[in-house]
Structures are given as C-alpha cells and as structure tokens.
C-alpha cells in the first residue's frame, strides 16, 4: 500500500480489490461510490447523517466477524472491503435484508406512485432473490392516511428507512412525524390521539380527534422526495402520472427569492409535479412546499389568453385582436405622455422582462417613473418624499454580490433585522440552521418576538416594538457585538423599509462593525427587478439616474438621443399611485401588481379608478385587468425562459417547461415599442440577455448610503398596541390560489398578543380579539405570546386577516384592541 | 400442340377444386364462430354491482404496443363513485385503427378490467367511429347491476370488492359474453 499517494489526513483502503485514497471519516459507502461501485441503500442519504436503520447496505469488512452497514462505517488505513461484487456473503446478507424487507411489503407496484423510479423496486431486481419463502398473509394497514391535507402515508410500503424523519427533525426541525409503536407493528406516524390514550378517531383522518397533530411542515414536500419507497405521497400528484409518462425540465421557482433550482414534470401539456432540483451552491436538495406544490395559478380558469379592450360604446371590456389591442395600447400611451405614465411591474417579472420594462419606459415613455416595489415602502403616515429605501438599494443592494449562502452557513455571527426567513425566505432558513445545528452559527434576531422559525435556529431575541428597529440597529450594544467577528452577516428583510431610519442604521451598522451586509426581499423578481432597473433613482446595472455619463452611455448602447432618458429621479409606487389617485398622471402600465399588496389597497384601486388610461400585462383576471383600458395576457413562468435572481444576486436560468403561444412581457412591450417607432429589442431572451451582457461596466463610485435619523416606536394609549406584521408562507397570495390542499397546511392566523395586553382585556388563548383601526378590523382568535409590551402580531395576508385592506396600516402603527368580535351583539351586550 | 395440353392441365386444378370442401362463408347471413380465445374488441367489465373495474391506472396504454389506448384517470368522490377505491377513467378510448389485437393490455390489467370478447365486426366508415370510448366498450348491465355513480354495494371498502376477484372470473364472466355491444346500435 505505498504506490498511491496520500495525504497526512487521508488514508487508504481497499474496495473490491481496487486500492483507494479516502478522506479520515468518510463513510465506506461514500468512497465506493466514487469509484462508481453501487452498494444498495434505503436510509442512507448525503445530506442526513448517519443512521443505519434498514440494513441493506451491508459489506463485508476482512476482520469483522459480520458484514457491517457500509452507510455508518467510516474508513480505516489499510481496510479491506468486499461489496455484493467480489463478496458472496455481502451479497447474500443483502438478498437476505431485502427478502425480509419485502415480507410485509404490498403488491402495489402497478397502482404505485413511485413505480418506474423506486430504489426498492429497483434494487430487489438488483441485489434481492428471485423468489420469497415467505407464503403467510401480510401485515395490512389502513391506507393510505392523511398525515396532512396534502401528504399520504401507506404504511405498508414504507421499509422505516426513517429519512422522513430524520430530515424532518435535523433539516426542518420539525418533529411531527416519528417512529410509533414496536415490532412488527412499529410504523411511521404523526403524534395522534390513538396512540397516546386520547378521543382520536381512529379513522386515519387527521384533525378529526381532538389532539391529533397533523404533519403542517413547511418542508414536508421534501419527505416524499427522499423515501425510498412510495410510502409518502402528495394529494396533488398522487395516480396523475407515473415516471415514465412525464417529460422532466430544470426550472427555477417563480416563488421567493430564495432561488430554489426545481424540476419540473409535465404530461400532455400540464404541469404535474415539480420537485427540488440538487444545487449544492443555493438550495441544496431542498425546497418549500409552496414552489413545490404552488403551480396551479398557471392553469385556473381565470387564465387570461385573449387581449382585451374596453369597448368605448359599452364601456365593458371586450376581446380583441393582437393587432386591435396593442394600437389601443400604444395609442393610448403617446396620448397620455405628455401628462406622465407611471410603471408598476410588481416583483414577478424575470430579470430580462424587468430589463423590457426598464428600457420601455426611458425609451418609449421617457420618464423614470417605474417602480418594481408592490408592497409598503415607508412607514404608515410617513410623507411621500422619502427615498431611503430607494437610496439604500442603489447603494447597497444594486450590482453588489457579496454574500452567498455558503457564508451564511459558515458565519461566526448572523444579524437579522425585519426578516422571519422561514416565512420568508425558507431556503435561507434552512442554511442558517444548518449553520446553527453543523457549525455552531450564532443567530441574533430583531424582532418583535421569538417566532417558530427563530426559535428552531436558535436565534437570541432582541425584543423590537415595531418602529424602533432602526433604534435598536443605531445604538443597541448586544447586536454590535454580535457583528464584531470577522465573517459576520447582518441580513435584512424588505420589511425594514417601514421604519424611518432602519436602513441607513442597517447600512451604517455594517460599515461600523465590518460585516457584510444583505437584503433579502420576498418575491423572486425583486432583485432582478433592482439591477435590471426598475427603481425611479436607477437604470439598468446599478447606475444611478442623475448622472450624467451613466446616461450618456446607456443611450450610445440603447441607440437613442441624449436627451431621452430624463436625469431626474422619477416617482416611487406610492407616489406614482397617489399621482394616479389625483388625476394628474397620464396613464399607467401595471404589470403583475395586486393592489392588495400595496401599503394601501383602497388608495390603489380608486387610483386604478381614476387613471384615464389603463394598461395591464396579466396572466389573470385580477383588480387590475378588471379596471384596465387594455389588457395584454402575458406567459406565466413555466411557458417561458427567463432569468431570476437570487437574494444573493446569483442569476437562475430557466427555459420554457410547456410549448406555448403566450408571449412574455418583454415580447409584449416589443410590440408596443414598435408601433411607436422605436425599437426596444426585447422580444427574445437570448438577445435581452446577449443586451445586458453587452452593456458597459459601471464604473461610477456607489452612490452614498441614506442617513435618515432613527425613528422610535409610536406610543400607544390605553387599549391601543402596536402593529407588528408580516407574511405567512402559504397566505392568500395570487400565486396560491386555488390550491385547496396547500392551503390546508398553512398556519393557523392567530393574532398574538403579550400577556399585558392579555390581562387588561381579559382575554385567554384562543378567545377572539379584534384588532382595528379607522378603516376597519380584524378579529382572530389571540394567541398569547411573548412580546413586548402593547405589541400585537397579525399575520399579513392570511385567510381572515388582511392587514393592508381591513386596516390601511402596515406594521408599527397604533391599532385599537378590543376584546371578542365587534358588530351588533358586542354592542348589545355592552348596553344591558 | 402444347398450348392444347396446357389448358387442360390448368382446367384440371379447376375441376378438382369443385369436388374439395368449400371454404367460402355465408357471411353475414351466418356469420362463423371465431375460437373461443379469438381475440375480438375489447369489454370494460363491471363488479356485480355496477361499478366498472376500470381504476384509470393506465397500465393498458402503456402497454399498448400500437398505442391505440388513451386513459385518464379521475378521483372517485363519495358522491360520484364510478369504482370502488379511490381512481376511476374518467375517459377511456381504444382506437380500433390502431389497436393490432395483441393482447397484452388484458395481461397488463391489474383488475381484470379489460378483457377481449368474440366481437370481430369492428369495420367503420370514419376514422373517427373507430375511437371507441367507454359508451361503447363498457360492459351492458346485467340484471342485479345498478348504473354508476352509486356507492359501494358489496362491502364497506374496495378490499371487499379485490380480495378473491381474480380467482372468481364470475364477477365479470356475465359481461365477457356479451353480444354484439348496444352502443354501435346508434
Ligand atoms: S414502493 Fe416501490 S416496490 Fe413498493 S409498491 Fe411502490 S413501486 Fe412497488
Ligand atoms: S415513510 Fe418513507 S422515508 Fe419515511 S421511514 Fe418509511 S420508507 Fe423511509
Ligand atoms: S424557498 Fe422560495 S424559491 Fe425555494 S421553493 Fe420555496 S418559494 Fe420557491
Ligand atoms: S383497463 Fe385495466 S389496465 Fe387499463 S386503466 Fe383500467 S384498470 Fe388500468
Ligand atoms: S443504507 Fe446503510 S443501513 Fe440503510
């Protein structure tokens, strides 16, 4: 054993004769892996540690009395190991585990969802007997049963490999599901009352017994990935296909700006099911339910494919030709130049369609009034004219890649401030419990309290009222010290845009203690949308409007005159919306917005109202294309290719999943652009892309971080609080509609509030309490949680809790509380 | 000379031929009986109930070698139950310009569903008349059948229908015989 070379921490070992240099602790499986030497497995999985459970993986090791399991052994200088391929007793000890892990197993392989694509399919033809000599009955379980709205068990397929539990608990950190009872009747479940003695039903419902607790993680999708076997399937894939009837294409999930690689299976022109894709660098092979199972927003049957126009006798709108429409459009939008076109393009858009919006409304339109941002941008009541977060993404976020996931799990220290990212950004969450669990990350986290998501990455609270965040980031000693070590990382959510001052403290803080700072928005377009030049202040690459060569360049490289982009920054959301609401604005170009979304919804919909003209690039019938003069349909993301980026800046390519006629937006705005004379080049993605890689280098300086003063948190009276809000996951989100199963896994909307508040309203878990203000109310039953004094949490968007519609606030205002449901009885009551 | 010779040599196997046994058939005024395995159209049998044994599994299709049958599958409700379990077709087509009568779609059938009849007069005027869908290949009912969508009627679960089924060709043997099939009747 001397002929290969070897360093100090490796060592060598042999594998079916063949000499090999191993990694110190690298499991035997692992090594005979690379040399392209298959050892069966069920349990065994790169990414979960060690366990040993199922027993197939067994080699023979010279010395050892027993073949030993090759997925727990880790190697040794100068090991012999024998697989199935040179060693008859390894083969025979995995015939021989296969044959009992077949005894109890089901004849199901024809109806089977895993069928075609099954390890213990596949692997009892490689490695099992041809014949069992086992003739008794099987053990039968009631099958399948629900663990949650959208996942099945069959309790009889499954070999108790226990990856789903295991990632379950060490990935996720979601312990709902585990091995119960023993013997031959040990099997996976979720904690029910059956089990435990309780009123469960019984009948494989779960929910239906008080105190069964149903498998509502926001990673389950992942569990039915990894089994082995087809013991785990999703409501919505179950029977649709089987492996071999589907065509599979990468794909990037159009959801959050987490940036998930996918796979995406269809069949007879439908998307089916879409399945994490393994990008080490991003998401691993993970991904959240909602881009696994949220696509069914592109086949509702609210799907626009027809323009529209409002017909100018009936004033309704009618269908119309390509042509009909986009001279409607293009006409309409010359008319109203001279009074200002706004341009909202919401934060879905791909980067090379951002770029299309960018460079129409310079080119065609000449203003800067485009705005990606569908969502509060400042803090309720706070005046129009602030630009903090506009100035902080220009010189903080746009064209800066500085912090990959890959720091994030090997940071000393993390910071978060205005961000839940398992909420929000679950793939970051994922990385930084990685780090937390692997390494050690030590997580800090401002906020408003100690939610499940921080709780599970251990996170140390520094307790924020909403509104003194930007306080708490200036002077706040505990979260300084937090970012002293070199390599820490001070991650902020797009929420912080609602606190006077947070962001430029954010920005400061991070030149202060050296940390690397990052802006994690929640929608996949954001980013893009930013460097792509969707901001009133920037043009595409970062550069800032109001500089003279930076414009100078763009037109020698867009082919227009000088004078054609304008040099001043134009109008944000708000301010575009409120021009829109006072009927001075011209027309405006909405593309994906929901008004909803926007910091007010009332406001937006009057301003939609009152605009003389309308135009909407959708996908579906929304508030927008209902008020619109002219509606384009648009191609949802799987029948077209693009580009995302990533919170981090990394740029995630996708090509078109179906065939299809849809058109993306930046082909639409094409067509528009041409019938004005002007030819913006952004009908193909290739040429946007070849456009962008083409443009010149910025070289300008970064433009000078905001320095607004920190605000402190509103003062509330007597049974007032604070707001503190912000997104679930699975909400009421446009791109969730429909999906009934999905939804059922969605967290309850509770409306938390302190043991203060709890007490002077005399109020328990559970019991209603109505939160409201001038515009309305929302009442939800109270959950009484650690906050900070005269704080109360709603989540954002949820079923019965809409903050931005019912309240017209958004977090840190001052709300009133009341106890039990408001309206007629509480007032009768009241009276007697 | 030899042309003379010739000719009665070639009438000679004409004579012959009028004293062998003739082969020609009195079709269709008496059609023959094809053997009793002779592979004809195909039948979508039901339980004794009425419910078709089709669970949409699509097993058959892919089986098909001239890819001649198209199923899709639909979810059974309480309300609308077409099968025991939990799938049904809800579209099922055999096209008879494709279909080679092999027969491994009947091997491929996990229950027993699909199986061939007798029926061999399968000739249309239309392309179009030779897709047949679940109209024409389900299986008539017989007496004691109830029309599907009803509930299960002979057990509590679809176990009760499956366990035993394939050694009891009875529940379907009614429908195998069927005759020519009613829906080509219109
Ligand atoms: S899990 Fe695999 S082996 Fe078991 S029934 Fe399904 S396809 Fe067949
Ligand atoms: S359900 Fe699947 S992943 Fe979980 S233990 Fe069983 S076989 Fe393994
Ligand atoms: S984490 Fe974000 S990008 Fe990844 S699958 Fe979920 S929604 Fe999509
Ligand atoms: S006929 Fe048989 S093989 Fe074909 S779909 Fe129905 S059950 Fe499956
Ligand atoms: S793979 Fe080694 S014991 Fe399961």
Same mark, same amino acid.
């Given at each position: 054993?001397?002929?290969?070379?070897?360093?100090?921490?490796?060592?060598?070992?042999?594998?079916?004769?063949?000499?090999?240099?191993?990694?110190?602790?690298?499991?035997?499986?692992?090594?005979?892996?690379?040399?392209?030497?298959?050892?069966?497995?069920?349990?065994?999985?790169?990414?979960?540690?060690?366990?040993?459970?199922?027993?197939?993986?067994?080699?023979?090791?010279?010395?050892?009395?027993?073949?030993?399991?090759?997925?727990?052994?880790?190697?040794?200088?100068?090991?012999?190991?024998?697989?199935?391929?040179?060693?008859?007793?390894?083969?025979?000890?995995?015939?021989?585990?296969?044959?009992?892990?077949?005894?109890?197993?089901?004849?199901?392989?024809?109806?089977?969802?895993?069928?075609?694509?099954?390890?213990?399919?596949?692997?009892?033809?490689?490695?099992?007997?041809?014949?069992?000599?086992?003739?008794?009955?099987?053990?039968?379980?009631?099958?399948?049963?629900?663990?949650?709205?959208?996942?099945?068990?069959?309790?009889?397929?499954?070999?108790?490999?226990?990856?789903? *539990?295991?990632?379950?608990?060490?990935?996720?950190?979601?312990?709902?599901?585990?091995?119960?009872?023993?013997?031959?009747?040990?099997?996976?479940?979720?904690?029910?009352?059956?089990?435990?003695?309780?009123?469960?039903?019984?009948?494989?419902?779960?929910?239906?017994?008080?105190?069964?607790?149903?498998?509502?993680?926001?990673?389950?999708?992942?569990?039915?990935?990894?089994?082995?076997? /087809?013991?785990?399937?999703?409501?919505?894939?179950?029977?649709?296909?089987?492996?071999?009837?589907?065509?599979?294409?990468?794909?990037?999930?159009?959801?959050?700006?987490? /940036?998930? =690689?996918?796979?995406?299976?269809?069949?007879?022109?439908?998307?089916?099911?879409?399945?994490?894709?393994?990008?080490?660098?991003?998401?691993?092979?993970?991904?959240?339910?909602?881009?696994?199972?949220?696509?069914?927003?592109?086949?509702?049957?609210?799907?626009?494919?027809?323009?529209?126009?409002?017909?100018?006798?009936?004033?309704?709108?009618?269908?119309?030709?390509?042509?009909?429409?986009?001279?409607?459009?293009?006409?309409?939008?010359?008319?109203?130049?001279?009074?200002?076109?706004?341009?909202?393009?919401?934060?879905?858009?791909?980067?090379?369609?951002?770029?299309?919006?960018?460079?129409?409304?310079? *080119?065609?339109?000449?203003?800067?009034?485009?705005?990606?941002?569908?969502?509060?941008?400042?803090? *309720?009541?706070?005046?129009? *004219?602030?630009?903090?977060?506009?100035?902080?993404?220009?010189?903080?976020?746009?064209?800066?890649?500085?912090?990959?996931?890959?720091?994030?799990?090997?940071?000393? =220290?993390?910071?978060?401030?205005?961000?839940?990212?398992?909420?929000?950004?679950?793939?970051?969450?994922?990385?930084?419990?990685?780090?937390?669990?692997?390494?050690?990350?030590?997580?800090?986290?401002?906020?408003?309290?100690?939610?499940?998501?921080?709780?599970?990455?251990?996170?140390?609270?520094?307790?924020?009222?909403?509104?003194?965040?930007?306080?708490?980031?200036?002077?706040?000693?505990?979260?300084?010290?937090?970012?002293?070590?070199?390599?820490?990382?001070?991650?902020?959510?797009?929420?912080?845009?609602?606190?006077?001052?947070?962001?430029?403290?954010?920005?400061?803080?991070?030149?202060?203690? /050296?940390?690397?700072?990052?802006?994690?928005?929640?929608?996949?377009?954001?980013?893009?949308?930013?460097?792509?030049?969707?901001?009133?202040?920037?043009?595409?690459?970062?550069?800032?409007?109001?500089?003279?060569?930076?414009?100078?360049?763009?037109?020698?490289?867009?082919?227009?005159?000088?004078?054609?982009?304008?040099?001043?920054?134009?109008?944000?959301?708000?301010?575009?919306?409120?021009?829109?609401?006072?009927?001075?604005?011209?027309?405006?170009?909405?593309?994906?917005?929901?008004?909803?979304?926007?910091?007010?919804?009332?406001?937006?919909?009057?301003?939609?109202?009152?605009?003389?003209?309308?135009?909407?690039?959708?996908?579906?019938?929304?508030?927008?294309?209902?008020?619109?003069?002219?509606?384009?349909?648009?191609?949802?993301?799987?029948?077209?290719?693009?580009?995302?980026?990533?919170?981090?800046?990394?740029?995630?390519?996708?090509?078109?999943?179906?065939?299809?006629?849809?058109?993306?937006?930046?082909?639409?705005?094409?067509?528009?652009?041409?019938?004005?004379?002007?030819?913006?080049?952004?009908?193909?993605?290739?040429?946007?892309?070849?456009?962008?890689?083409?443009?010149?280098?910025?070289?300008?300086?970064?433009?000078?971080?905001?320095?607004?003063?920190?605000?402190?948190?509103?003062?509330?009276?007597?049974?007032?609080?604070?707001?503190?809000?912000?997104?679930?996951?699975?909400?009421?989100?446009?791109?969730?509609? /429909?999906?009934?199963?999905?939804?059922?896994?969605?967290?309850?909307?509770?409306?938390?509030?302190?043991?203060?508040?709890?007490?002077?309203?005399?109020?328990?878990?559970?019991?209603?309490?109505?939160?409201?203000?001038?515009?309305?109310?929302?009442?939800?039953?109270?959950?009484?949680?650690?906050?900070?004094?005269?704080?109360?949490?709603?989540?954002?968007?949820?079923?019965?809790?809409?903050?931005?519609?019912?309240?017209?606030?958004?977090?840190?205002?001052?709300?009133?509380?009341?106890?039990?449901?408001?309206?007629?009885?509480?007032?009768?009551?009241?009276?007697? | 000379?030899?042309?003379?010779?010739?000719?009665?040599?070639?009438?000679?196997?004409?004579?012959?031929?009028?004293?062998?046994?003739?082969?020609?058939?009195?079709?269709?005024?008496?059609?023959?009986?094809?053997?009793?395995?002779?592979?004809?159209?195909?039948?979508?049998?039901?339980?004794?109930?009425?419910?078709?044994?089709?669970?949409?599994?699509?097993?058959?299709?892919?089986?098909?070698?001239?890819?001649?049958?198209?199923?899709?599958?639909?979810?059974?409700?309480?309300?609308?139950?077409?099968?025991?379990?939990?799938?049904?077709?809800?579209?099922?087509?055999?096209?008879?310009?494709?279909?080679?009568?092999?027969?491994?779609?009947?091997?491929?059938?996990?229950?027993?569903?699909?199986?061939?009849?007798?029926?061999?007069?399968?000739?249309?005027?239309?392309?179009?008349?030779?897709?047949?869908?679940?109209?024409?290949?389900?299986?008539?009912?017989?007496?004691?059948?109830?029309?599907?969508?009803?509930?299960?009627?002979?057990?509590?679960?679809?176990?009760?229908?499956?366990?035993?089924?394939?050694?009891?060709?009875?529940?379907?043997?009614?429908?195998?015989?069927?005759?020519?099939?009613?829906?080509?009747?219109?």
């Amino acid at each position: 054993m001397t002929d290969v070379q070897k360093r100090a921490d490796q060592v060598s070992l042999i594998i079916d004769g063949v000499e090999v240099v191993a990694e110190k602790g690298e499991l035997v499986i692992r090594v005979a892996e690379r040399m392209g030497i298959a050892i069966p497995r069920f349990c065994d999985h790169p990414l979960l540690a060690p366990a040993g459970a199922c027993r197939q993986c067994l080699v023979e090791v010279e010395g050892q009395r027993k073949p030993v399991a090759s997925c727990t052994q880790t190697v040794a200088e100068g090991m012999v190991v024998k697989t199935q391929l040179s060693s008859p007793v390894a083969a025979k000890a995995q015939a021989g585990v296969m044959e009992l892990l077949l005894i109890n197993h089901p004849l199901d392989c024809p109806t089977c969802d895993k069928g075609g694509e099954c390890p213990l399919q596949n692997q009892a033809m490689s490695t099992g007997r041809a014949d069992s000599r086992f003739k008794e009955e099987k053990r039968e379980y009631e099958k399948p049963i629900h663990i949650s709205s959208q996942v099945l068990l069959d309790r009889e397929r499954c070999v108790l490999c226990q990856r789903c *539990t295991r990632f379950s608990e060490e990935i996720a950190g979601d312990k709902f599901i585990d091995l119960m009872d023993r013997s031959s009747g040990e099997q996976i479940n979720v904690y029910r009352d059956d089990f435990f003695g309780g009123a469960g039903t019984g009948d494989g419902q779960v929910g239906e017994g008080e105190g069964d607790v149903a498998f509502n993680s926001y990673f389950s999708g992942n569990t039915i990935q990894i089994c082995p076997v /087809g013991a785990l399937t999703g409501e919505q894939y179950r029977f649709r296909a089987r492996p071999f009837d589907l065509v599979s294409t990468p794909s990037a999930c159009e959801h959050c700006a987490s /940036g998930c =690689s996918q796979r995406t299976d269809h069949r007879r022109g439908k998307v089916l099911r879409r399945l994490a894709g393994d990008d080490p660098a991003v998401n691993e092979e993970w991904n959240c339910d909602k881009g696994r199972w949220g696509f069914r927003y592109a086949t509702a049957t609210d799907r626009i494919l027809t323009p529209q126009i409002r017909d100018t006798k009936t004033g309704e709108l009618r269908e119309a030709s390509w042509s009909e429409a986009l001279l409607a459009a293009a006409e309409g939008l010359k008319a109203a130049k001279e009074r200002g076109v706004g341009v909202l393009t919401g934060g879905r858009l791909t980067v090379e369609d951002a770029y299309a919006y960018a460079k129409f409304a310079r *080119t065609v339109l000449g203003t800067n009034d485009v705005d990606f941002r569908a969502r509060p941008l400042r803090a *309720t009541g706070s005046p129009v *004219t602030t630009t903090e977060e506009a100035d902080f993404l220009a010189a903080a976020v746009a064209g800066i890649t500085e912090v990959t996931y890959e720091q994030v799990e090997n940071a000393p =220290s993390v910071v978060l401030a205005g961000l839940e990212p398992e909420e929000e950004s679950p793939i970051l969450f994922l990385r930084l419990r990685k780090g937390h669990i692997r390494r050690k990350l030590r997580v800090t986290a401002v906020s408003a309290y100690l939610s499940r998501g921080l709780e599970k990455i251990g996170a140390a609270l520094v307790a924020a009222v909403p509104g003194d965040e930007a306080h708490i980031l200036a002077s706040d000693a505990a979260v300084a010290e937090a970012l002293g070590a070199p390599g820490a990382l001070l991650i902020v959510g797009e929420r912080l845009a609602t606190v006077p001052g947070a962001l430029s403290a954010a920005a400061d803080l991070a030149a202060r203690t /050296g940390a690397k700072l990052a802006w994690v928005p929640r929608r996949a377009g954001d980013r893009g949308a930013i460097d792509a030049g969707c901001l009133p202040n920037l043009l595409p690459g970062g550069r800032p409007v109001t500089d003279d060569a930076a414009r100078a360049a763009l037109s020698l490289a867009w082919k227009v005159d000088a004078g054609v982009v304008p040099g001043t920054p134009g109008r944000d959301t708000d301010r575009i919306i409120a021009a829109a609401a006072d009927g001075t604005l011209g027309a405006l170009l909405v593309g994906g917005v929901d008004p909803a979304d926007l910091a007010d919804p009332t406001l937006a919909e009057n301003a939609l109202d009152t605009v003389p003209f309308l135009v909407s690039l959708e996908m579906r019938q929304s508030a927008v294309t209902r008020r619109a003069d002219v509606v384009l349909p648009i191609a949802p993301a799987v029948e077209k290719a693009g580009t995302y980026m990533d919170w981090e800046g990394r740029l995630r390519s996708f090509g078109a999943v179906l065939k299809s006629t849809a058109m993306t937006d930046g082909r639409v705005l094409e067509a528009i652009a041409a019938l004005l004379d002007v030819s913006l080049n952004t009908g193909d993605v290739n040429a946007v892309r070849r456009e962008l890689g083409g443009l010149p280098g910025s070289t300008l300086p970064s433009p000078v971080r905001p320095s607004v003063a920190a605000a402190r948190a509103a003062q509330p009276a007597e049974n007032q609080a604070v707001l503190a809000t912000w997104h679930q996951l699975i909400d009421l989100g446009s791109l969730l509609d /429909g999906d009934q199963v999905l939804a059922g896994t969605a967290r309850p909307p509770v409306a938390r509030i302190g043991k203060d508040l709890a007490e002077s309203l005399g109020l328990a878990d559970g019991d209603l309490v109505t939160v409201g203000t001038d515009r309305g109310s929302i009442t939800l039953p109270a959950a009484i949680t650690d906050l900070p004094p005269r704080v109360v949490w709603l989540p954002t968007n949820s079923p019965g809790s809409t903050v931005r519609r019912s309240l017209g606030v958004t977090a840190g205002a001052v709300v009133t509380l009341t106890a039990g449901v408001p309206g007629p009885i509480l007032a009768e009551e009241a009276a007697r | 000379m030899g042309t003379f010779t010739g000719s009665f040599k070639g009438f000679g196997v004409t004579f012959a031929h009028m004293f062998r046994k003739v082969i020609t058939t009195d079709y269709p005024f008496s059609p023959p009986k094809p053997a009793p395995r002779y592979h004809g159209r195909h039948i979508l049998n039901r339980h004794p109930d009425g419910l078709e044994k089709c669970i949409g599994c699509e097993l058959c299709a892919w089986a098909c070698p001239a890819d001649a049958i198209y199923v899709e599958g639909g979810d059974n409700t309480d309300e609308q139950r077409f099968s025991p379990g939990e799938r049904y077709a809800k579209i099922y087509q055999i096209n008879y310009a494709r279909c080679i009568f092999c027969g491994l779609c009947i091997e491929a059938c996990p229950t027993r569903s699909l199986t061939m009849s007798n029926e061999y007069e399968l000739a249309r005027d239309s392309r179009q008349d030779l897709i047949f869908t679940k109209k024409e290949l389900l299986a008539p009912l017989l007496p004691g059948m109830e029309q599907p969508p009803h509930p299960m009627l002979l057990g509590e679960t679809d176990k009760d229908y499956y366990v035993g089924a394939l050694t009891n060709p009875g529940t379907s043997v009614g429908a195998e015989r069927a005759p020519i099939s009613q829906g080509d009747a219109e």
